[in-house]
Antibody, heavy 122, light 107 residues
Framework: QVQLQESGPGLVKPSQILSLTCSVS??????????WNWVRQPAGKGLEWIGRVYTSGSTNYNPSLKSRVTISVDTSKNQFSLNLNSVTAADTAVYYCAREQERARGDAFDVWGQGTVVTVSS | DIQMTQSPSSLSASVGDRVTITCRAS??????LNWYQQKPMKAPKLLIY???SLQSGVPSRFSGSGSGTDFTLTISSLQPEDFATYFC?????????FGQGTKVEIK
């Protein structure tokens, strides 16, 4: 079955760029009607959607983060990536990648990565 | 943007209890409402999509209902493995948004 795995630095300095990659295994990222998403969760808090990319390369971002976020897809490597610039301590969180399936009754995040902890600190 | 509000924020229940969690949207979202379960240190797991459709592999003791702005997740008979935090999510319009979560604890 499809599996997602996040990778990237666990520690990022303030004002620098947070870069994460999500590797997709078990299926081609190109096949099917899916969006590929990033979601984050600060410790003890709720889930915040960051943004998504389609395999065509089209993107949607949360307006609250839009000025700092870039999400891209590399179909040759079967992976997609997140770049978040000008980070502060408020960006410290568990970052998840997730597959969003288009459904007649509404899209839903049906496959998630295990999550990766990113701490912003000098 | 659409805001999602869950109630209660936490509850205590016993094995075998019927549990109901409510989610309210700040504007109508038809039935574009999903429910997720999250256990400590784990990723969320999709339980219900489209307000009432059970995701494949999810036990039938989980059910969802509602439309418009008010939605409910019901666990008909709480099992030990159901103690977790539950989130609702609207997929009606971008940006998608989650409720703040309801933690179900052991009484």
């Amino acid at each position: 079955q499809v599996q997602l795995q996040e990778s990237g630095p666990g520690l990022v300095k303030p004002s620098q760029i947070l870069s994460l990659t999500c590797s997709v295994s078990g299926a081609s990222i190109n096949i099917g009607s899916y969006y590929w998403n990033w979601v984050r969760q600060p410790a003890g808090k709720g889930l915040e959607w960051i943004g998504r990319v389609y395999t065509s390369g089209s993107t949607n971002y949360n307006p609250s983060l839009k000025s700092r976020v870039t999400i891209s897809v590399d179909t040759s490597k079967n992976q997609f990536s997140l770049n978040l610039n000008s980070v502060t301590a408020a960006d410290t969180a568990v970052y998840y990648c997730a597959r969003e399936q288009e459904r007649a009754r509404g899209d839903a995040f049906d496959v998630w990565g295990q999550g990766t902890v990113v701490t912003v600190s000098s | 943007d659409i805001q999602m509000t869950q109630s209660p924020s936490s509850l205590s229940a016993s094995v075998g209890d019927r549990v109901t969690i409510t989610c309210r949207a700040s504007q109508t979202i038809n039935t574009y409402l999903n429910w997720y379960q999250q256990k400590p240190m784990k990723a969320p797991k999709l339980l219900i999509y489209g307000a009432s459709s059970l995701q494949s592999g999810v036990p039938s003791r989980f059910s969802g209902s509602g439309s418009g702005t008010d939605f409910t997740l019901t666990i008909s008979s709480l099992q030990p493995e159901d103690f977790a935090t539950y989130f609702c999510q609207q997929s009606y319009s971008a940006p998608t948004a989650f409720g703040q979560g309801t933690k179900v604890e052991i009484k």
